[in-house]
T-cell receptor, first 110, second 114 residues
Framework: KQEVTQIPAALSVPEGENLVLNCSFT??????LQWFRQDPGKGLTSLLL?????REQTSGRLNASLDKSSGRSTLYIAASQPGDSATYLC?????????FGTGTSLTVIP | GAVVSQHPSRVICKSGTSVKIECRSL??????MFWYRQFPKQSLMLMAT?????????EQGVEKDKFLINHASLTLSTLTVTSAHPEDSSFYIC??????????FGSGTQLSVL
């Protein structure tokens, strides 16, 4: 069974810093990997989707990479802002099932 | 991006009553819809997978008679919590998926059973 782990569980950084969130998975047989953010009491908002054949995807200040063979993905956030404070989750799609990481709670301090 | 509408966003009910939560994909036809439960500061727990026109597939430990899922069309799935009890209080989230596309989530429903 696929297991998805996110490290660190919580992260606090001053505004303006660049940061990296990590996601690792145990089975490299994936179709794609998706990064989400969740604000308290809200649903999940899709940030980036990386297909298994891709190495990275970029959207604004966000860059997600995927190394399928090593079972790792990273989410890079440039020039962090207080509005980036949220919980970030990665999800691995193995075909018709999605496996979620435990999330990283990010706090950006003004 | 695609929008998934989930209603109600918050519901408070008395113990023993039933509560229905709706999940609609507004601008696409979802191949599959998923229902999740989330406890405070925890990740999502998959409850069931729902395909249009067929019975939902429930995860181990989820009572199918308690959490009734109906997927009547490619754009609508409902979750009914029957005879709700305080231990059913939780945050419920739906998601809709089109094969090879992104997974889109509803905004969630906070259920409080008194």
């Amino acid at each position: 069974k696929q297991e998805v782990t996110q490290i660190p569980a919580a992260l606090s950084v001053p505004e303006g810093e660049n940061l990296v969130l990590n996601c690792s998975f145990t089975d490299s047989a994936i179709y794609n990997l998706q990064w989400f953010r969740q604000d308290p009491g809200k649903g999940l908002t899709s940030l980036l989707l990386i297909q298994s054949s891709q190495r990275e995807q970029t959207s604004g200040r966000l860059n997600a990479s995927l190394d399928k063979s090593s079972g790792r993905s990273t989410l890079y956030i440039a020039a962090s802002q207080p509005g980036d404070s949220a919980t970030y989750l990665c999800a691995v799609n193995t075909g018709n099932q999605f496996y979620f990481g435990t999330g990283t709670s990010l706090t950006v301090i003004p | 991006g695609a929008v998934v509408s989930q209603h109600p966003s918050r519901v408070i009910c008395k113990s023993g009553t039933s509560v229905k939560i709706e999940c609609r994909s507004l601008d696409f036809q979802a191949t599959t819809m998923f229902w999740y439960r989330q406890f405070p500061k925890q990740s999502l727990m998959l409850m069931a997978t729902s395909n249009e026109g067929s019975k939902a597939t429930y995860e181990q430990g989820v009572e199918k008679d308690k959490f009734l899922i109906n997927h009547a069309s490619l754009t609508l799935s409902t979750l009914t919590v029957t005879s709700a009890h305080p231990e059913d209080s939780s945050f419920y989230i739906c998601s809709a998926w089109l094969v090879n596309e992104k997974l889109f989530f509803g905004s969630g429903t906070q259920l409080s059973v008194l």
